[in-house]
């Protein structure tokens, strides 16, 4: 955990810098394929979720979008600016299924110290 929480301070840390130049990022097919492959799954949990409002649907629809986040949070074929907003909202929408959502509690609340260290707005 601290490793992450690491690598994603020297990430932002770096995609201040590389804003300024524009950065650029490599897409790889097989990242992007399976990112939207589990936002395929979390829209159908999601969808369930809301058609079934019970503990189970709400927990399996969280935990997908949770991973979501992560992995979006992660993805190298993103550029930063894209995929901690992304995370960060996803992150914000588990919070508002489960306010109990400690995963997504502790990310929302690093990623937006980490846009405050670095004095750079907290994207809505």
């Given amino acids: 955990m601290k490793t992450r929480i690491a690598l994603l301070v020297c990430v932002l840390s770096i995609a201040s810098c590389a804003v300024a130049q ?3 990022v490599k897409k790889d097919p097989k990242e992007l394929a399976a990112l939207s ?5 979390r829209n159908a949990a999601k969808t369930q979720y809301f058609k079934h409002e019970n503990a189970t ?3 399996s629809f969280v935990t997908l979008n949770d991973h979501l986040a992560n ?13 901690y907003t992304k995370a960060l909202r996803l992150y914000r929408y588990s919070l508002k299924v489960d306010p109990h959502d ?3 509690s ?3 609340s690093e990623i937006e110290r980490i846009y405050k260290s670095m004095g750079r707005p907290i994207p809505k």
């Avoid at 492959?37 to 799954?41: D, G, P, T, V, Y």
């Avoid at 992995?71 to 995929?83: F, G, I, N, V, Y």
């Fill in 71 to 83: 992995d979006t949070m992660m993805a190298q074929s993103l550029s930063p600016r894209e995929k």
């Fill in 57 to 59: 649907t709400r927990q």
């Fill in 106 to 108: 502790k990310w929302v």
């Fill in 102 to 104: 400690a995963e997504a």
């Fill in 37 to 41: 492959k589990l936002e395929k799954q």
């Fill in 22 to 24: 524009g950065p650029t």
